[in-house]
Structure formats: structure tokens, C-alpha cells
């Protein structure tokens, strides 16, 4: 990644009518912490059980219940951490933010303003192949997610499911690092894709268990100052979040060159009509009335627990991406598109251990994941398994047989599966590589085709019909480069 800064992509900009703008954009990105347990109570984290059955007495706010923290919450945010390459703080505190929550009996929810969990950190952004940008995170802290109102189901009275309430978020915020909505896309993504590396959250945006607040603002080109800011609340698709940031600046910059001021407010992407309105001013920290929470210790951990949990970290896309290319000699997109997931990275490996690296990865990008798209399966529900793979590849190595017959093989063993080993044993599907037998197979053809051979003679590029017939009386099985040698010799080319 030795291209960070040196090769940064200019800013978006936006053609107003008095002057060229940039935008400037900082997420907040809420990510579900992967637990079965909440963050201060025992009840379940199932998604989609029945509405209020993973409600405990701490969940619906109880006279006399009392929080506990789960431990395994504060290993997932510590492992976050030093994913992002942050420091980890080893003593955090919990404050209550107090508003009026109809789906958080509690009636505050706790968090960490002043003291969070993890301090600064990056995540690198690649928008396109060589350009690579820092985006510095700020802070990660713990938090509660409320519950859900819903208020579609009946025409007269709104409902509440407390089965989310309580469930642990962490929410990681960036500096107004982010120059494009491309960038925020990819930024996103990297997020994610090191969050489900670490198994920390599962990523899943459609559930909401990865979902942003996405800050905009706009500034003369140039300028090194900050403009005031929008907040687009509660964004789950990286295509939405694009449009709202394109609608976001464009209207800011419309309101600028007008002569007006932006407002800092919150507001709400609709996207039916593709533009935000707003929904609300913007709160300060001190409406919220936050003090640290009365009932919560301020949280201690050990510097050794710290590194434990260190020492447990797998290898992350970046520098997975790097060995790739390095071990393996495939192209850095090969390795990214290797990389996108520890499975599939894990799977490559497997297969390609021992082997040409960059053969592997053309069979599992163009044939493998080309099938599991078609499929709707993921790496683990690959019906060939990376050993079986591999096997396949070394047949093809050893030449036993041809490409040709190898997609037959894979084929094969993708629909009814079993060694292919075992099925070109069975099948009969060996190439040939004797000799005598090509050298006859070749003669048959040059003998069946009189008139043919004339005009192979006249003209040497009818050669190459000779090698397409010998191969099909070969069942594609012959050596193909050796056919092509011994019908030239044949023909006396
Ligand atoms: P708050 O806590 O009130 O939401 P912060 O100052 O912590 O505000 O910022 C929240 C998010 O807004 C961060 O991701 C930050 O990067 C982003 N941000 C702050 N100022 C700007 C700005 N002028 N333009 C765009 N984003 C901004
Ligand atoms: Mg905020």
C-alpha cells in the first residue's frame, strides 16, 4: 500500500454556477456487535423471533434491574480496534444519553461519550486499483440499539418490539476524511469486509446490523476549512448512500451560491424520490443531558487481555491481498477479488498450495465463483471442495488431461460429485499421450480427407482443421499440442 497519499484522487467536484465546490463527507457507522447475548443482559440476539420474546427484566427497564456488561461484547470491540489499527483505551466509561426513546424503556440509552473503548484508528479505501486512501477513524464505543416501533401495522395505533433493545452496537466514527460518494461506498465496504474478517459483525446491511449516519458538507475548491454539515440518518445501502451524498452537496450548493446558510440538521434520505429532507435541527451533546451512568463501573481491562485477544487476530484483507500477490504471483485484482472474504481467500489457498498460484485462481474466479454466483451459493456450500480442486489441477499439471476435459470433469464433479481423479479414472477420460495412438488417430484423419490434405499442402493454415478432427475422434482426449506437431509432420509441413 505504498501508494497511499502519493497517488490520491482529486475531489468530486460540483460545477456551481459562481465556482467549483468539493464535498466533504464523515460517517458514523453503527455495527451490530456479533453476540447471541446483549450488552448488559442476558436475552437472546436472534433476529426475527417472535416481536418481544428476547426481552429481559434489564431490557424493559424493571424497577431495580441492574446492567451487567457481557464480556465477550467488549472482546468484539477490543478485536474491532485493533483491526482498525487503533488504540485500544484500557479504561472506558458508560454514559447515559437521555431523550425520549419510545422503543428504550429505560428512557436513556448507555454509551460512551467522553471515555470510548477505542481511540484512532484507519481503514485504507481503494475506489479504484492503485488508489489508495487513509480514512482515519476517530473513535469506536459501545452502545444499546433500541427496540423497533412499528407503525404500518395498524391504522390507529403504533406497536413495539423490544426484541433489539439492548442489543450491543459499536459505533465507529470517521474524521471528514471522505472526498466522494464513491469513496464513502468503498469505505463502507472495507468496514465491512474487515468486520466480518475479525467475526465481529456480520455485516449483514439488509437486517441492519451495519448501518450509517452520513454527514455532509460542501466547500469552495481548495479550501481547507469545513463547511457546516447535514446528517443523513440511518442509511443500510452503499447505492443509496451515494445518491444522498450526490443530492446532499448539490443542494448545499445550491442554497451557498444563493446567498444562504446551511443548517446543521438531521435528515432523512427518501428513496422514492432520490433527495433528503430534513427531519429534525441537529441536538448538541448537551441537550442529550449525558452523565456517566450511575450504575455501571468505569470499564477496566488488562494490557495483557489486550494483547491475548492481539495474538488471536487473523490476517486482514490488506495484508492478505499483498501476500497474494507476493507468494502467489497473481495480479493484485485477482487477489482482491481472492481476498473479499476469508473463505474464499482460505479456499484459494487451499487449492492452490503447492501448485501455479495464478492457474488456481483463474479456475476459481472464472469457473468456481462464475457457478456460485449462478447458484446462489456461497465458497462454503461449494459442491467441489478446494481439495478436490486442487486434485483437478494437478491432473491438468501432469497433463493427464487436457482444458478442455477438465471443465468436463469439473462439471462433473460439481453435479454429482466425487474425485476427479477418480471420475477421469472411470470415465476413461485420460488424455492420450502414447504415441502410437495419436500418431494413428492422425493418419486415419489425413487418409479419410484426400482433398483436404492437397489443400493443407497449397496452404499450411488448413492444418489446424486436421488437429479439430483429430481431437473429435479422440473424444478431446488426445494431447492437443501434439496432435498439432504430428499432423504438420504428417503433411510433411
Ligand atoms: P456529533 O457527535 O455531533 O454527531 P461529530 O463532530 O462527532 O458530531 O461528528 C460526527 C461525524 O460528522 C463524524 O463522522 C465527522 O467526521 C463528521 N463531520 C464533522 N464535521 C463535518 C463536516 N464539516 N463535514 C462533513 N462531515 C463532518
Ligand atoms: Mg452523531
Known sequence: MDAINSMEPEPKTIAGAKGDWEMVIGLEVHAQVSSNAKLFSGSSTEFGAEPNSNVDFVDAAMPGMLPVINEFCVEQAVRTGIGLKAKINLRSEFDRKNYFYPDLPQGYQISQLYHPIVGEGEVIVETKQGFARRIRIEHLHLEQDAGKSLHDLDPNCSFVDLNRTGVALMEIVSYPDIRSPEEAAAYILKLRQILRYLGTCDGNMQNGNLRADVNVSVRPKGSDQ???????????????????????????????????????????????????????????????????????????????????????????????????????????????????????????????????????????????????????????????????????????????????????????????????????????????????????????????????????????????????????????????????????????L
Open 226 to 492: 469545513l463547511g457546516t454539515r447535514c446528517e443523513i440518518k440511518n442509511m443500510n445501502s452503499t447505492k443509496f448512500i451515494q445518491q444522498a451524498i450526490e443530492f446532499e452537496a448539490r443542494r448545499q450548493v445550491a442554497i451557498l451560491e444563493d446567498g444562504g446558510e446551511v443548517v446543521q440538521e438531521t435528515r432523512l434520505y427518501d428513496a422514492g424520490s432520490g433527495t433528503t429532507r430534513s427531519m429534525r435541527s441537529k441536538e448538541e451533546a448537551h441537550d442529550y443531558r449525558y452523565f456517566p451512568c450511575p450504575d455501571l463501573l468505569p470499564l477496566e481491562i488488562s494490557r495483557d487481555w489486550v494483547d491475548e485477544i492481539a495474538a488471536g487476530i487473523p490476517e486482514l484483507p490488506d495484508e492478505k491481498k499483498s501476500r497474494f500477490v507476493r507468494e502467489y504471483g497473481v495480479t493484485p485484482y485477482d487477489a482482491d477479488v481472492l481476498a473479499a472474504e476469508a473463505e474464499s481467500a482460505a479456499f484459494f489457498e487451499e487449492a492452490a498450495a503447492g501448485r501455479d498460484g495464478k492457474i488456481a485462481a483463474n479456475w476459481i474466479i472464472n469457473e468456481l465463483f462464475g457457478r456460485l454466483n449462478k447458484d446462489g451459493k456461497t465458497v462454503s456450500e461449494s459442491p467441489v471442495s478446494a481439495a478436490r480442486l486442487g486434485s483437478l489441477l494437478d491432473l491438468l499439471a501432469s497433463k493427464e488431461i487436457s482444458g478442455k476435459i477438465a471443465k468436463d470433469v469439473f462439471d462433473i464433479a460439481w453435479n454429482e460429485g466425487g474425485d476427479p481423479a477418480a471420475i477421469v479414472k472411470e470415465r476413461g477420460l485420460k488424455q492420450v499421450t502414447d504415441e502410437d495412438a495419436i500418431k494413428s488417430a492422425v493418419e486415419k484423419v489425413l487418409e479419410a480427407n484426400p482433398g483436404q490434405v492437397e489443400k493443407a499442402r497449397a496452404n499450411p493454415k488448413v492444418a489446424g482443421w486436421f488437429v479439430g478432427q483429430v481431437m473429435k475422434s479422440t473424444g478431446g482426449k488426445a494431447n492437443p499440442s501434439r496432435v498439432s506437431e504430428l499432423v504438420k509432420e504428417l503433411l510433411g
